[in-house]
């Protein structure tokens, strides 16, 4: 079956950096995407990764292992505005979306 | 900016009542999508659209229908509403011809069958 797998939940502190992680088995790959979600919001795009490596942009890193079937969300000089759920997903073989449940990134004073 | 509207953000419906979720984009988008979103799950895709009249289920379609008889629109429609049909219903819509273009989602709509 199709799995994606991220932490439940994490705490961080204001000012400094988070990494989420995001494992997955899927059949077939064509690309993982991070999005982040505000309580009661729609989700909105973080980053696409579809080759090995480390994407940036500003504050925010994407990392992809295909051959590990990992990925990882960074998140540098932490805001309490980053409070939010980050959801990974994939592209599947079908080109079909598969997410994860979602992590909830609480950020402390 | 990409714009997803839904017709509702909070409804409470009676089981066995018919129930229409409407959402509209207005970027002359091809691919929409519907989605739920219940707590420890992931987002769950209930049918999704690629053109105008084609509708293609999802991985959970049971108890659900969809129409698109417009671009802009993708209305979803629960036939005979139950209880389990409670959750937090999303629509996104994505622009054709590269699956790795990113969905824009709209605000979302609770829907509470009581």
């Known amino acids: 079956g199709q799995n994606i797998d991220q932490p439940t939940e994490m705490t961080a502190t204001e000012g400094a950096i988070v990494q989420i992680n995001c494992t997955y088995q899927t059949s077939g790959f064509n690309g993982l995407f991070w999005y982040q979600q505000h309580a009661g919001e729609a989700p909105t795009f973080l980053s696409y990764?579809?080759l090995d490596g480390l994407e940036e942009k500003g504050r925010f890193s994407s990392f992809l292992s295909r051959s590990k079937g990992y990925s990882y969300l960074l998140l540098k000089e932490l805001q309490m505005k980053d409070s939010a759920s980050y959801l990974c997903a994939v592209l599947d073989s079908n080109y079909q979306l598969i997410w994860g449940a979602g992590t909830k990134l609480i950020i402390k004073p | 900016d990409v714009k997803v509207t839904q017709s509702s953000r909070y409804l409470v419906k009676r089981t066995g009542e018919k129930v229409f979720l409407e959402c509209v984009q207005d970027?002359?988008?091809?691919?929409m999508f519907w989605y739920r979103q219940d707590p420890g799950l992931g987002l769950r895709l209930i049918y999704f659209s690629y053109d105008v009249k084609m509708k293609e289920k999802g991985d959970i379609p049971e108890g659900y229908s969809v129409s698109r008889e417009k671009k802009e629109r993708f209305s979803l429609i629960l036939e005979s509403a139950s209880t389990n049909q409670t959750s937090m219903y999303l629509c996104?819509?994505?622009?054709?011809?590269?699956?790795?273009?990113?969905?824009?989602f709209g605000p979302g709509t609770r829907l509470t069958v009581l």
């Open positions: 996104a819509s994505r622009l054709g011809g590269g699956e790795a273009n990113e969905q824009f």
């Open positions: 990764n579809v």
């Open positions: 970027m002359d988008h091809e691919n």
